[in-house]
T-cell receptor, first 114, second 110 residues
Framework: SQTIHQWPATLVQPVGSPLSLECTVE??????LYWYRQAAGRGLQLLFY??????ISSEVPQNLSASRPQDRQFILSSKKLLLSDSGFYLC?????????????FGEGSWLTVV | QKEVEQNSGPLSVPEGAIASLNCTYS??????FFWYRQYSGKSPELIMF????GDKEDGRFTAQLNKASQYVSLLIRDSQPSDSATYLC??????????FGKGTTLSVSS
């Protein structure tokens, strides 16, 4: 069966500091990978998605970036965090066409920028 | 811009009642429709998906889709306190990422 893991689970970072969130998927190959953000009182916002190694699509212009160095690894980064970057970050994968490419989420990472 | 709209709630129902959650979407090209449940502080988990007009049942849950009206709903029969959560509606076209609504908060009182 497929599993998805992301880390760290929680972090508190000062404004202007860098960020790195990592996500890995097991039990499948060539998945589509996603980063979503859920800010307080707001819905799930798609940040990036990737259909393959090195292929990244950005949905929202911002100071975040994403990379996919390996087939089942997805990384979200920032060089300098802003207060507005606080939120719940969710990595997700899809790839089972029999399930209409349902996406499955990792456990999430709580980021507080202070 | 593609949009998915949900009433934020809270929707309050007594234990054992039927909870009805509604969702509308703007993109007529949407092909698949999903319902997720999200407990406070946790990541969303899939309840079910639907892609044909009509009803689809899975245990106590029934999803209903009406593409002509661009409307999808989720019915929860025999609601339990453990069903108290935020319910997210999501839609997509083939090969695209899911677009989510902001969710409806459901509270089931015992």
């Amino acid at each position: 069966s497929q599993t998805i893991h992301q880390w760290p689970a929680t972090l508190v970072q000062p404004v202007g500091s860098p960020l790195s969130l990592e996500c890995t998927v097991e039990g499948t190959s060539n998945p589509n990978l996603y980063w979503y953000r859920q800010a307080a009182g707001r819905g799930l916002q798609l940040l990036f998605y990737s259909v393959g190694i090195g292929q990244i699509s950005s949905e929202v212009p911002q100071n975040l970036s994403a990379s996919r160095p390996q087939d089942r690894q997805f990384i979200l980064s920032s060089k300098k965090l802003l207060l507005s970057d606080s939120g719940f970050y969710l990595c997700a994968w899809s790839g089972d066409t029999s399930k209409r490419n349902t996406i499955y989420f990792g456990e999430g990472s709580w980021l507080t920028v202070v | 811009q593609k949009e998915v709209e949900q009433n934020s709630g809270p929707l309050s129902v007594p234990e054992g009642a039927i909870a009805s959650l509604n969702c509308t979407y703007s993109d007529r090209g949407s092909q698949s429709f999903f319902w997720y449940r999200q407990y406070s502080g946790k990541s969303p988990e899939l309840i079910m998906f639907i892609y044909s007009n009509g009803d689809k049942e899975d245990g106590r849950f029934t999803a209903q889709l009406n593409k002509a009206s661009q409307y999808v709903s989720l019915l929860i029969r025999d609601s339990q306190p453990s069903d108290s959560a935020t319910y997210l509606c999501a839609v997509n076209q083939a090969g695209t990422a899911l677009i989510f609504g902001k969710g409806t908060t459901l509270s089931v009182s015992s």
